[in-house]
């Protein structure tokens, strides 16, 4: 069965610093991937979602993510975080149109 | 567009009672799905539907979890009777039927069994 793994639990950064967030699958056939957003008190929202096309992909609040085939890899990016990028951020990836999440990584971004 | 909407957003229950969460999807979503999330883990599918129909519920303990969506728009998701270990947020989401489509998700319920 497919699943996803999110390397980092907890993230700490100072606004300004930059962000990657890792995640890996494992079923390496045809997959959709998304990253979805929740921040607090608020439900869960799509950042950003890859189905084909182009690897590198943006999505909302200057985040960005790249599929990577090979590694079984969609992890994302944003150069500079904002305070208000505190929230737990989830990878998920269709498999067999069913949709499997991470753990998620918590992110506090100190002013 | 008005998002997915969930009540009641809080239930606090005792161990061997019963439980009913409610969920409305966006207009004209077809499928419609429930997640369980366990506190420090991400959601995991219970149980989707396709209009009124059941499409997967392979992880839906179905000894004391029961789901339905009748008219094929509003479901409801019930417990009876609760463990402690049902203690979690109970998502709704949905989505339209092309196949690669998005889910959007509700508030959730936020359930803790006593």
């Known amino acids: 069965a497919q699943s996803v793994s999110q390397h980092n639990h907890h993230v700490i950064l100072s606004e300004a610093a930059s962000l990657e967030l890792g995640c890996n699958y494992s079923?390496?056939?045809?997959?959709?991937l998304f990253w979805y957003v929740q921040y607090p008190g608020q439900h869960l929202q799509l950042l950003l979602k890859?189905?084909?096309?182009?690897?590198l992909v943006k999505g909302i609040k200057g985040f960005e993510a790249e599929f990577i085939k090979s590694k079984f890899s969609f992890n994302l990016r944003k150069p500079s975080v904002q305070w208000s990028d505190t929230a737990e951020y989830f990878c998920?990836?269709?498999?067999?149109?069913?949709?499997?999440f991470g753990t998620g990584t918590r992110l506090l971004v100190s002013p | 567009e008005a998002g997915v909407a969930q009540s009641p957003r809080y239930k606090i229950i005792e161990k061997r009672q019963s439980v009913a969460f409610w969920c409305n999807p966006i207009?004209?979503?077809?499928?419609l799905y429930w997640y369980q999330q366990i506190l420090g883990q991400g959601p995991k599918l219970l149980i989707q539907?396709?209009?009124?129909?059941?499409?997967?519920d392979s992880q839906l303990p179905k000894d004391r979890f029961s789901a339905e969506r009748l008219k094929g728009v509003d479901s409801t998701l019930k417990i009876q009777p609760a463990k402690l270990e049902d203690s979690a947020v109970y998502l709704c989401?949905?989505?339209?039927?092309?196949?690669?489509?998005?889910?959007?998700f509700g508030p959730g319920t936020r359930l803790l069994v006593l």
């Open positions: 539907f396709q209009n009124n129909g059941v499409v997967d």
């Open positions: 989401a949905t989505a339209g039927s092309r196949g690669q489509e998005t889910q959007y």
């Open positions: 207009s004209g979503h077809a499928t």
């Open positions: 079923y390496g056939g045809t997959v959709n």
């Open positions: 998920a990836v269709t498999s067999f149109q069913k949709l499997v």
């Open positions: 890859y189905f084909s096309g182009d690897p």
